[in-house]
């Protein structure tokens, strides 16, 4: 009966900050109220961040590549194949219906996207292999500009992953395409973007996130610069591949990378769909590797982006009854603590039965008396079909 409580919710009612530290110190012990959200091929896949257990995965977002914390604690995915950004809800497990925002008006291969200390956001928009551009929105999704402000002459690079530091400046990894001289991390400044330090030693980067410690840390899975590469996260300079991160077998295909809120770096490797972890830098081990997080093995196929944020507080279960009432029409009874309210929904496939696709949803409409509405777009009966997939019978 959860499946349906998930559904009749979804449409019938229809930074975390790490502290800093300033000597080596032993991994903090992650709270209850932390998951980590793993971008993977067509679903979010959440995991307990302190026992790596498979909680769940929620799909509805054909090709997520990154996602982050917004300042209302919700989860922001880039959707590549969608071309927007996505709004998930750790206290619903449930998609927005509709693009974050203004982001579907202003994106066109969004990639990855990074998060300001005030709340607004940037997402790396890549429609095709040497032509990058970066779009800011506020925290509600409103257009803010583009970097550098003219959107219609994106930039010649191919911008992959974001990352801001304290401050809110923008830092991106660059990749080698086309020709393009420039490969290593990029710094954007008044007039556009500077080559970062000494980050052009990389050969294929990916991933980037500020540690813990301040230093920059990105991932390149080259041959001639494998493994996560720390930098210091003022100057750039460089101070060499991050402890066992380089070993053989530790890592095969690193993506992109996070720290959790024990210090520790969260890797994602390709080539076994899974979550590879090592040590932080303010522990007495400082990069040495830890083994395939939790349950990830496998779990995480062709994974992108990661973020730890909050595992959400499901509000008080409700109980569900359905009963048919002939001709396709179901009564739904929904209980919340005190309050009970009754729909009586007509659609032209089973409620009670999970869809193949958001096309078999069929019609959808109310048609007894009722406080709640229904949408009977195409994008609605695609949250009515997500909303069925991602919740367990």
Not at 29 to 51: E, G
Not at 282 to 293: A, C, E, I, R, W
Not at 361 to 377: A, N
């Amino acid at each position: 009966m959860r499946l349906i409580a998930n559904l009749v919710v979804a449409f019938l009612l229809g930074g975390l900050l790490f502290g800093a530290a300033t000597a080596a110190e032993l991994p903090r012990p992650i709270q209850d109220d932390f998951a980590l959200y793993v971008c993977a091929n067509a679903k979010l896949v959440k995991f307990d961040a302190a026992t790596g257990a498979k909680l769940d995965d929620f799909g509805g977002v054909p090709l997520p590549a990154d996602a982050i914390v917004a300042l209302d604690e919700s989860i922001l995915v880039t959707d590549e194949d969608a071309a927007n950004v996505r709004r998930f809800d750790p206290n619903t497990g449930l998609w927005d219906a509709l693009p974050f925002g203004e982001t579907n008006a202003h994106l066109t291969a969004p990639r990855g996207i990074a998060r300001k200390p005030d709340g607004h956001f940037f997402v790396a928009d890549v429609p095709l292999l040497d032509v990058s551009d970066v779009v800011e929105f506020d925290e509600n999704g409103a257009y803010v500009q583009h970097h550098p402000d003219d959107p219609d002459n994106p930039v010649a690079l191919t911008l992959e992953d974001l990352a801001c530091n304290d401050s809110g400046v923008l830092f991106a990894t660059q990749w080698e395409f086309a020709g393009d001289e420039t490969v290593g991390v990029l710094r954007s400044t008044e007039t556009g973007w500077e080559l970062f330090g000494q980050t052009g030693n990389l050969s294929s980067p990916w991933g980037l996130a500020f540690g813990p410690d301040g230093d920059l840390y990105v991932v390149d899975d080259s041959a001639e610069h494998f493994g996560v590469w720390r930098y210091d996260g003022t100057t750039g300079a460089s101070e060499g591949v991050f402890g066992q991160t380089g070993a053989s077998g530790n890592l095969n295909q690193p993506h992109y990378c996070t720290f959790g809120p024990d210090g520790d770096l969260y890797v994602t490797d390709a080539e076994d769909s899974s979550v590879r972890k090592f040590r932080g830098p303010l522990s007495p081990s400082p990069g040495s590797y830890q083994g395939v997080f939790g349950e990830s093995a496998g779990a995480v196929p062709v994974p992108l982006g990661l973020v730890f944020g909050p595992a959400g507080t499901p509000e008080q279960p409700a109980t569900l009854s359905v009963a048919s009432l002939g001709a396709n029409v179901f009564r739904v009874t929904l209980a919340n603590g005190v309050d009970g309210v009754t729909y009586d929904v007509l659609c032209t496939s089973d409620l009670t039965q999970p869809f193949a696709s958001w096309q078999n949803c069929g019609t959808i409409q109310l048609v007894g008396t009722t406080t709640g509405t229904l949408d009977d777009t195409e994008v609605g009966r695609e949250n009515f079909y997500v909303a069925t997939q991602q919740a367990a019978p």
